[in-house]
């Protein structure tokens, strides 16, 4: 595809209640990240993966939160058990994988809401 | 561990002025700079990306340098217009997950 995309672009469940979140990433890319967006936050790296490699799981807040990305391309964010603190924008981004001329390309993002 | 820090963290000019956006780190050890924008409920859409050899490069109105050995870059927008208001971010990269900045959010009033 053109671009990143995410889906779906707004999410409202109940307290408790499980979520995926998916990101198709610009084909070809091999680098994959997830990040979470607070009202009036920063960028809050959660998890990343390159090609075949084990992915680097450092910034997931708890272990309600896990990923996986399928035949090195689409990827899903699953929220177990989720809680009010979860509400956030959940962003995806995808980029080649040389570290020093890689653009980080971003998709619109979701909007997830925890009643 | 990498800290970026933007000043001023929002700014507010009329239509026309020239602005600079400020973004400093710690760890000079990176491999490039890139600036983003935000619109309101987007995602980030990448302006300008400095590798750690050049010093800076520009796009159209906007021109970025950047400074490792002071730890600083510079967004700098000729000309603004109200369409440019945003929330304008700078992520820092020394390996393979970068550092970003909290934003600067500019409003450009006619």
């Known amino acids: 595809g053109a671009g990143v995309s995410q889906s779906p672009s707004n999410k409202v469940t109940e307290k408790g209640k499980d979520v995926e979140l998916r990101c198709d990433p610009i084909?070809?890319?091999?680098?994959l990240y997830w990040y979470r967006q607070s009202l009036g936050q920063g960028l809050e790296f959660l998890i990343y993966f390159q090609g075949n490699s084990a992915p680097d799981k450092s910034g997931l807040p708890s272990d309600r939160f896990s990923a996986e990305r399928t035949g090195g391309s689409v990827s899903t964010l699953t929220i177990q058990r989720t809680q009010q603190e979860d509400s956030a924008v959940y962003l995806c981004?995808?980029?080649?994988?040389?570290?020093?001329?890689?653009?980080?390309?971003f998709g619109p993002g979701t909007r997830l809401t925890v009643l | 561990k990498q800290e970026v820090t933007q000043i001023p963290a929002a700014l507010s000019v009329p239509e026309g002025e020239n602005l600079v956006l400020n973004c400093s780190f710690t760890d000079s050890a990176i491999y490039n700079l890139q600036w983003f924008r935000q619109d309101p409920g987007k995602g980030l859409t990448s302006l300008l990306l400095?590798?750690?050899?050049?010093r800076e490069q520009t796009s159209g109105r906007l021109n970025a340098s950047l400074d490792k050995s002071s730890g600083r870059s510079t967004l700098y927008i000729a000309a603004s217009q109200p369409g440019d208001s945003a929330t304008y971010l700078c992520a820092v990269r020394g390996s393979y997950i970068p550092t970003f900045g909290r934003g600067t959010s500019l409003i450009v009033h006619p």
């Open positions: 400095i590798q750690s050899s050049q």
């Open positions: 981004a995808s980029s080649s994988e040389d570290l020093s001329t890689d653009t980080q390309y």
């Open positions: 084909s070809g890319h091999t680098a």
